[in-house]
């Protein structure tokens, strides 16, 4: 069956604004290409899409609806998800070395995955897509797939500019104060992310 070229060109438009905007993933990805290299974000590049589709499954099979009738789980995961994301941003803040001599660790593949449990920007992206485009239609299958891959796509492009465009500006960042500051940037901006999605 084919989908709505409407619904495609909607969704496909959420997905990529969604991906390249500002948010926790982002932030990671810039700020590990920045203190370690291109090459060390590239768990992080990977691991994000496949936590993303993977969440995306959970939801659309019915985990929206679960959550919604407990509450209390509801908040533990946004307490572990904001409260891990105030930790990063405490310690992005106060780091002012490159590579070995910072006190900021890449994320590994797995890391990357399971962040997503409890990454309040994923959760708030995927709810919305997933009701809007898929819950409650007949080829849900379909579309969770094609969801699928237009989230994939974008996110991984997304990280790898991000953590690519860090990755340039480390030469620059070296000198005088400028790696404190970016650092320091980066980490408030996560913690304004966190307070941010608390609220919601």
């Known amino acids: 069956m084919m989908l709505p070229l ?9 997905a990529w604004i969604g991906s390249f905007t500002p948010g926790p993933n982002v932030a990671i990805a810039a700020s590990t290409g920045v203190n370690h290299g291109l090459r060390a974000a590239m768990p992080h590049v990977a691991g994000v899409p496949l ?15 679960v959550l919604q009738g407990q509450p209390g789980l509801l908040m533990a995961m946004k307490i572990a998800g904001n409260g891990y994301l105030l930790y990063l941003a405490w ?22 995955i399971m962040f997503q449990l409890v990454n309040p920007k994923a959760w708030m992206m995927l709810v919305a897509a997933a009701s809007t485009y898929a819950i409650g239609h007949e080829d849900y299958i379909l579309r969770l797939s094609w969801m699928s891959l237009g989230f994939a796509v974008p996110s991984a492009l997304s990280l790898f500019s991000w953590a ?11 000198v005088g104060n400028r ?3 970016f650092n320091f940037c980066m980490g408030i901006s996560l913690a304004c992310t966190a307070a941010w999605m608390v609220q919601q």
């Open 6 to 14: 409407t619904e495609i060109l909607a969704f496909s438009a959420f």
């Open 51 to 65: 936590g993303f589709v993977a969440l995306l499954w959970l939801v659309g099979m019915g985990g929206a609806a």
């Open 164 to 174: 690519w465009a860090g990755e340039k500006l480390r030469h620059w960042l070296v």
């Open 91 to 112: 310690k992005l803040c106060f780091t002012s070395q490159l590579s070995a001599g910072n006190n900021i660790r890449p994320f590994t593949l797995l890391q990357s």
């Open 179 to 181: 790696l404190r500051i």
